[in-house]
């Protein structure tokens, strides 16, 4: 196959152009390698992944822009199947300054999906969504309060499934533009007939991800315990969220692309078997490394959910998939990675 991958330099990108290269694929990555600016973050080594990948013999890089149409045109044209995941990708930026959110977010996706749309081959496109895309819908449904953690009433116990409301509520700008993207990649199926799959991801983590305190937040409590950096816990450390190793991500992806199903809009985070208390990932982080960081709280960030687990039985239904990393696991993975390559973290 010839895979095309935006966002490729980033970390679930990253993750995918080895993925399909190991495997002997033909695999393009495409991008501007924008995020440290877009997070106003100059000082963090985000090009790790973009050198991890020039390494490989069947992987060609290119830098270039999904809001540039001309971008992606000849670069989609011949392709088998195109994974969108550039974005970006911090709610608190999204607030800060929302038209490079919506131009990246929404018009990138546009553009990809044009770009697939009139491609000879029309490819399969790939669309890394949002559990965010649901709002503040999620809180109206209330919480039960317990010791250590929040959890959703009974009804809800297996999590938010996708028929669940997106309308009529708050989603901050990063909600709306991954909403927008998430329903032109419906409609490209429904209307134009491509084979789209919409992924709505919950706290994906894993080995290479540069995580910072407003986005990639599992990776960042491991590099801030590693480091002993201190961590600053936004709300009072109950609030409870499910977890997914990259892995198990990329197996879903390709589940979905080797299936028959033409479109499919799929919940993909670690379900309530992976769902944890943030606080208890610290602890899980200070027993696997023997580290301690300080920690501080402040306010809940706006829009910030007490609980947020996806029910993920449509995606074992659908696609025979469901996470097999279990979040010890996985955070020993991530933790040895950061472990392996601390002088890149604390340039």
Not at 22 to 40: E, F, P, T
Not at 83 to 107: C, G, I, K, R, Y
Not at 201 to 223: K, N, P, V
Request: charged share 25%; proline share 4%; with cysteine.
């Amino acid at each position: 196959m010839i895979v095309v991958v935006t966002g490729g330099a980033g970390f679930v990108g990253s993750h995918i152009a080895e993925h399909y290269a190991k495997l002997g694929h033909s695999v393009r990555v495409i991008d501007n390698l924008s995020r440290a600016r877009l997070l106003g973050r100059d000082d963090v080594t985000f090009d790790f992944n973009w050198r991890y990948l020039s390494n490989m013999d069947n992987i060609k890089l290119i830098r270039g822009d999904v809001r540039e149409p001309d971008a992606l045109s000849s670069l989609v044209q011949d392709a088998d199947v195109v994974f969108h995941t550039a974005a970006q990708t911090a709610v608190t930026t999204s607030l800060e300054n929302p038209v490079p959110d919506f131009m990246t977010n929404a018009l990138g996706t546009f553009n990809v999906l044009e770009a697939a749309r009139r491609s000879p081959k029309k490819p399969a496109v790939i669309y890394c969504s949002t559990n965010k895309v649901y709002g503040d819908n999620v809180n109206r449904i209330g919480t039960v309060e317990k010791e250590d953690r929040y959890e959703f009433p009974d009804d809800f116990r297996m999590g938010i499934p996708e028929t669940f409301s997106t309308d009529l509520c708050e989603h901050t700008p990063y909600g709306c533009s991954k909403l927008t993207g998430d329903i032109y990649m419906q409609d490209y199926a429904e209307t134009f007939g491509l084979k789209t799959g919409v992924f709505r991801m919950s706290c994906i983590y894993g080995t290479r991800q540069f995580g910072l305190e407003d986005q990639g937040w599992l990776a960042w409590f491991g590099i801030a315990t590693l480091l002993g950096k201190p961590i600053r816990i936004d709300g009072d450390g109950k609030q409870v969220r499910d977890v997914l190793y990259v892995t198990d991500l990329v197996e879903a992806f390709d589940k979905f692309l080797r299936s028959d199903l033409k479109h499919v809009v799929v919940n993909v985070g670690g379900g309530l078997g992976n769902a944890v208390p943030i606080m208890r990932v610290i602890e899980l982080l200070g027993e696997m490394t023997g580290k301690k960081s300080p920690i501080s709280y402040a306010g809940w960030r706006p829009s910030d959910q007490k609980v947020f687990i996806s029910d993920i039985r449509k995606a074992k239904e659908v696609l025979d998939w469901e996470p097999s990393t279990s979040v010890e696991e996985g955070l020993g993975k991530m933790a040895a990675w950061i472990e392996a390559h601390k002088d890149v973290f604390a340039s």
